[in-house]
Each structure stands twice: as structure tokens, then as C-alpha cells.
């Protein structure tokens, strides 16, 4: 399937692999991961002022897409922060992949382009320093184990 002419000029922000369905990573620029919906997060974190809104994909929705077959996401983000998931959170939790904050895209300065998001807020057990250390920013590879 050819990608539309906007997409073809974009840059891969995400890439998935490891088990999933085909067995080959899945790139994704920023228009093919808002195609698949978008979701919304109002949560104060310990990284942010104030209480911010973030929107991203629905991580339910885009490990769905790809066919994860694995029940740990090993997470790698572009400052070589590393950290493991379990795919369980993204079934109990609406954890989001948001590539906004307060309706302005993030850059890699201010924590992007995407950045695993929880509803802490909205959730108070959330807020234990195991999720916490989930809430991975600058992600760049999701690999499914």
C-alpha cells in the first residue's frame, strides 16, 4: 500500500517491532499515528508545571494495529532511556501515546515528539514510582516481548 504524498516526506518518529503481526517493524510517521485516533489526558506528572493536556493514540489501539502478541513493550527513547511495559497497562489503563501537550506538538526539547502518558490524575494508584518510571518521553522503539 503506497503511502499518500504528504506521508512519503514525513519523518519515521516511531518504530515498532519485535512480536508482532508479520514479524517485521512497523514505521510510523506523526500523520499515520493520529489516523488512528486520538485520545486525551488531563494530568499533573512529576516532569510538568501545572496540569497539562496531552493528546496521543490510545496505546490499546496502536499496539492493536500492529498485532502485539508479546505481554512486555521494551521502550527506547532517543536519550537512551530504557524501560519495560507491561501490555497489560495498556488494556487496564487508557495510557496514551501523546504527541501533544496544552494542543502543541512536543518537541524533543519539551519531552517529544511522543511520550508515554498515564492518567495519574484520574488514577491515584498511578502515581507509584513503578508507573511513573513507565511514563517514558522522547520514545522512539517499542519493542514487543
Same mark, same amino acid.
Given at each position: 500500500? &503506497?503511502?499518500? !504524498?504528504?506521508? *512519503?516526506?514525513?519523518?519515521?518518529?516511531?518504530?515498532?517491532?519485535? &512480536?508482532?503481526?508479520?514479524?517485521?517493524? @512497523?514505521?510510523?510517521?506523526?500523520?499515520?499515528?493520529? &489516523?488512528?485516533? $486520538?485520545?486525551?489526558?488531563? /494530568?499533573?506528572?512529576?516532569?510538568?508545571e501545572? $496540569?497539562?493536556?496531552?493528546?496521543g493514540?490510545?496505546? =490499546? @489501539?496502536?499496539?492493536?494495529? @500492529?498485532?502485539? %502478541?508479546?505481554?512486555?513493550?521494551? @521502550?527506547?527513547?532517543?536519550?537512551?532511556? *530504557? /524501560?519495560?511495559?507491561?501490555?497489560?497497562?495498556? /488494556?487496564?489503563?487508557?495510557?496514551?501515546?501523546? /504527541?501533544?501537550?496544552?494542543?502543541?506538538?512536543?518537541?524533543? =526539547?519539551? %519531552?517529544?515528539?511522543?511520550?508515554?502518558?498515564?492518567?495519574?490524575?484520574a488514577?491515584?494508584?498511578? *502515581? !507509584?514510582?513503578?508507573?511513573?518510571? =513507565? &511514563?517514558?518521553?522522547?520514545?522512539? $522503539?517499542?519493542?514487543? %516481548?
Open positions: 500500500m &503506497a503511502l499518500p !504524498a504528504y506521508a *512519503q516526506s514525513e519523518p519515521v518518529i516511531l518504530t515498532i517491532d519485535g &512480536a508482532i503481526e508479520g514479524g517485521k517493524p @512497523v514505521d510510523f510517521t506523526m500523520s499515520q499515528l493520529e &489516523a488512528l485516533g $486520538t485520545a486525551t489526558i488531563v /494530568t499533573s506528572t512529576p516532569w510538568t501545572g $496540569t497539562p493536556t496531552f493528546d493514540v490510545p496505546m =490499546r @489501539v496502536l499496539l492493536e494495529h @500492529v498485532g502485539a %502478541k508479546g505481554e512486555t513493550a521494551e @521502550v527506547l527513547a532517543l536519550n537512551n532511556y *530504557q /524501560t519495560s511495559v507491561p501490555v497489560i497497562d495498556f /488494556t487496564t489503563y487508557p495510557v496514551i501515546l501523546a /504527541t501533544k501537550m496544552d494542543g502543541e506538538y512536543m518537541t524533543v =526539547r519539551n %519531552k517529544g515528539p511522543l511520550f508515554i502518558m498515564y492518567p495519574f490524575d488514577v491515584p494508584e498511578l *502515581q !507509584a514510582e513503578i508507573y511513573l518510571s =513507565r &511514563a517514558a518521553w522522547q520514545v522512539r $522503539t517499542i519493542t514487543i %516481548k
